[in-house]
């Protein structure tokens, strides 16, 4: 697979995503890891990681504990040889490795463009239905050189409260 260098997750980000980590989990997956940012700063603080070559050769039948995650937004920047054959033109990539991700884990810590959560009520519903604990605001310098404004999605499966606004700055 080629990996687009560009827009990985800055380290510092990385490291504020797997602190938010629950607890007690261990483990987590990283779907799409690129030049393993989240992945390393995941092993630093002691976590096992499963690590994903490409996400469309997954083994489907896996769950796991949590799943830390910045997709690939755009289909130029992702490897889609394996993809399936009816994959939706309409969907953007990023919210489909999202949806595919939630049917794997209770637990998911995902870097999204804000579009996830405003640009369909539908979308918004099926990740208020999942759980949305919260949404942390990104600044823009996070992904040099993009126009796409940036946030983290926690999801919870079963969160029914409010959805905490956050904000993370460096
Ligand atoms: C926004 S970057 C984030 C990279 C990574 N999460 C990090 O820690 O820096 C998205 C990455 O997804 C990778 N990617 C694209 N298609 C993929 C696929 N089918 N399976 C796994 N990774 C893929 C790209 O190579 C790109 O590096």
Redesign the pocket.
Known sequence: ?I??VN???PSIV?IHMVKMIPDYVGSFY??????????EEGCKLGFTVHD?????LRDQSKMYECIV????FSKK????RNAPSDLDPKIPIGVYFLTECMKMSDNIIALMPWSTVTNSDKRLSMLKQFGLKSITALPRKTFPGSRVQVCILELKRGWDKETIFKSFTF
């Open positions: 697979m990996i687009d827009f990985q997750t990385a990283e779907p799409t890891p690129g030049l393993h940012n989240i992945s994903e070559y490409d996400f469309f995650m910045n997709p690939p920047s992702a490897y889609t």
